[in-house]
């Protein structure tokens, strides 16, 4: 099995992605600290807020299901991750979030489609 990894990018997302309440705002970034601490590298709070920016987003379009402008269209009885057009999401989110390591946002964005959509 193919394992994922550990980026400072996609260890921030994968712990917003859970974040549906600001009251959890604390909690999440105390768990993202925990985690960046195995990286080695300095938290930051910029960093993590434009993950958040880009979690919103995500979520905001992918939640449109086949009303999104990304839902090419379903491709069987049940939802998949095929139903959007991953790289135009890629192309159009890239131009907005160029810091964001390109594998991390390609993954950024299968996990957000897996979780947001087929789920």
């Known amino acids: 099995m193919y394992e994922r990894e550990e980026t400072y990018d996609f260890i921030c997302f994968s712990e917003l992605a859970y974040e549906w309440d600001l009251a959890d705002k604390a909690v999440v970034e105390s768990k ?21 920016s880009l979690r919103h987003e995500l979520f905001e379009e992918i939640s449109l299901g086949s009303k999104s402008k990304y839902f090419i269209n379903a491709k069987g009885k049940f939802a998949d991750i095929g139903d959007f057009n991953l790289d135009k999401m890629y192309i159009d989110y890239k131009e907005r979030y160029t810091e964001i390591d390109n594998s991390d946002l390609v993954n950024i964005i299968e996990f957000a489609v897996y979780l947001f959509y087929v789920r």
């Open 32 to 52: 993202i600290k925990r985690r960046i601490n195995s990286l080695n590298v300095k938290y930051n709070q910029k960093r993590v807020n434009n993950i958040r």
